[in-house]
Each structure stands twice: as structure tokens, then as C-alpha cells.
């Protein structure tokens, strides 16, 4: 083989080559100021806070928030401040960063595919639940979920559901908490609350953030609600069976 003929052979695999590594490359994505474009499910997610970021049921605080969930595990290039993240280490949730008005835009689209752009960042406290994160959320497409039936929701959830007898000692934390007739936003007609500081006995607590629990009425018996998780502090004991 002549040195020109060995040299000519090297340029054709580097060309044949090359798209391939840049394919590769590009399935990695970009820390900030860099704007990312991610596809996936949005869920409603609940995950413990302070004090000890261990566990809502035995004392800490719920933080629940809108995360991305992924189809296919998430691959980011590091640099100088944040660290490379592999598709090897199966990371496929991703914390929305949102304001308060960035919950109502998106609170449509729950349990929905969606498509949102931002700029990701690492996590640097106990406060940042996933890997990475995203900021600066806007929502590219999507379809909004189609309305539900409340009462057969009440019924007839299809949610993963954590049961627990004896029930568990909650209180009512965050101000006044909405009554839910099911575990979904819409069902609620922002009419009755149950006040902060209230004692709930806590039956069951289901997937994407809510609390099936039994509300002490003055004028009769228990009655059984749904509630935001959000605004249950967990953690008290369990209730006395009489």
C-alpha cells in the first residue's frame, strides 16, 4: 500500500466518520445561557423539603412542582461550572423552574405531551429535586387534557394511590386550603376551605400531589375530601381508632 494511497484512505473515513460524531454530539445538550428545546410529559410531582428533604411522611415539609418527564434519558455536555450528565445515569425527569403565572399557563397541559424551551442549570441545593433543571419555561406545543368528569374521578381515580390504616395526623399549613371533590385542579368550586392549622385525618395520598383525608365537621360527622398535598404537613403521628 503506497503512502498516498494510505493517506487517501484516511481522508475517506474521516470524512465517513465525522457526521457520525456529530450526530453524537448534538443528542447532548447545553447548561445556560443556552436555550434548550425538550419534549415530554408534564406531571405534577411531590417531593420533600425542609427539614430533612427525607420524607413527607414523617415530617417534611411537600414541595410539589411541575417537572418534564422524558422520553428517552437526558445527555448534557458539562463546562466550567456545571458537570457532564450521561445517558447512562438514566436521568429522565427535569424540575420546572415557574412563577406563579408560569403554573397557570401550563397547569392545562398536565399529564400531557408537551414542548418547552428554556435554559437548564444544575442542581446546587436541597431545594432543586432532579439533576438538572430548567428556567425561563415557555411552552412550544402542546395539547391541553380534555375536561374531566369530577364525580367519576372521585370515584374512580386510576391513580397510583398510597393507602394508610390507622389514617396519619396531618395539619392544614399555607393558609386556607381548598376542598378538591377530586384530585384534579378544576374540581373545586373555590367555595369551601378548611383552615390552616387544621387537624385531617389522612387516608390515602395519590400520585401527582393530593390527599384523600377525613375533615372533623362541628355540625356532624367526618366528611372525606380531597386536598392539595401542597398544603399538608404530614408527619404528626397516627390518628387514634376509636
Known sequence: MTAIYRRHLLLILTFCLAPLTTVHASECQQYEPVDTTLSGTLTRQVFPGPPSFEDVVTGDEPQVGFYLSLSEPLCMNGNDHEGDVSVEDNETLVQLVLQTSDYDKLRPYLDQPVVLKGSLFGAVSGYHHTQVLMQK?????????????CDLLS??????EETYTPPLQGKIIGGNAWVYQAPQSTCTDKRRTIKAGTLVSVTSVASGGWVRADVADDNGPAQTVWLDQAQVLLGLGDVEEE
Do not use: K, Y
Open 155 to 160: 370515584h374512580n381515580d386510576g391513580r397510583q
Open 137 to 149: 419555561v415557555q411552552l412550544i406545543s402542546g395539547m391541553p387534557a380534555a375536561p374531566v368528569d
